[in-house]
């Protein structure tokens, strides 16, 4: 069974579109993550929740918002798309305070 | 704040060599170390951590890391590399009891017939 599984894999897109990526988790961890990967490969935390609360948010544009309906799903939510938001897109979770964290596969979005 | 560099952003090897991915960090206080290996297009799988303990860590796929306190490193080694070893490497950097991970920029390795 997938640890961490988020949809959609691909997301292609115009500008000014608001999309939504989905994850969830079944490894009973606390804590789920965004992180963004972009064209260089460097991945940067987005935002970081523990039991459904917001922790961690690393200065990114209020277009993006994130939802935990519980401890198992986080979601992200993109509004008005723009072209600089082409990345790939990485759910994670770990439990709570070691870092150790485990990644899902990936949303590769392209904003046309 | 915590960061890390990576020192080496390619490295090509032949199959059957040794590799080894330069990382070192900065934090003012104690840290726990992680390496990630990134396969093309999939996510990132942890390949070893340092917690604490021995200075010496060995992960999955014949890996194997040492943590240096006075010298602030925590390079990756690999005896002999494989065909498959082929993949972006990230060394991760965090607190304990912190929420996140920072990352390096990453090390492409190569590994050629």
């Known amino acids: 069974d997938t640890a961490v599984s988020q949809t959609p894999k691909y997301l292609v897109t115009q500008m000014g579109n608001d999309k939504s990526i989905k994850c969830e988790q079944n490894l009973g961890h606390d804590t789920m993550y965004w992180y963004k990967q972009d064209s260089k490969k460097f991945l940067k935390i987005m935002f970081s929740?523990?039991?459904?609360?917001?922790?961690i948010n690393e200065t990114v544009p209020n277009r993006f918002s994130p939802k935990s309906p519980d401890k198992a799903h986080l979601n992200l939510h993109i509004n008005s798309l723009e072209l600089g938001d082409s990345a790939v897109y990485f759910c994670a979770s770990s439990p709570m305070g070691q870092g150790k964290a485990f990644f899902g596969q990936g949303t590769r979005l392209t904003v046309v | 704040a915590q960061s890390v560099t990576q020192l080496d952003s390619q490295v090509p090897v032949f199959e059957e060599a040794p590799v080894e991915l330069r990382c070192n960090y900065s934090?003012?206080?104690?840290?726990?170390l992680f390496w990630y290996v990134q396969y093309p297009n999939q996510g990132l799988q942890l390949l070893l951590k340092?917690?604490?303990?021995?200075?010496l860590v060995k992960g999955i796929n014949g890996f194997e890391a040492e943590f240096n306190k006075s010298q602030t490193s925590f390079h990756l080694r690999k005896p002999s590399v494989h065909i498959s070893d082929t993949a972006e490497y990230f060394c991760a950097v965090s607190r304990p009891n912190d929420y996140k991970l920072s990352f390096g920029a990453g090390t492409t390795v190569t590994v050629r017939a």
């Open positions: 929740y523990n039991n459904k609360e917001l922790i």
């Open positions: 340092y917690l604490s303990g021995s200075t």
């Open positions: 934090s003012s206080v104690s840290v726990y």
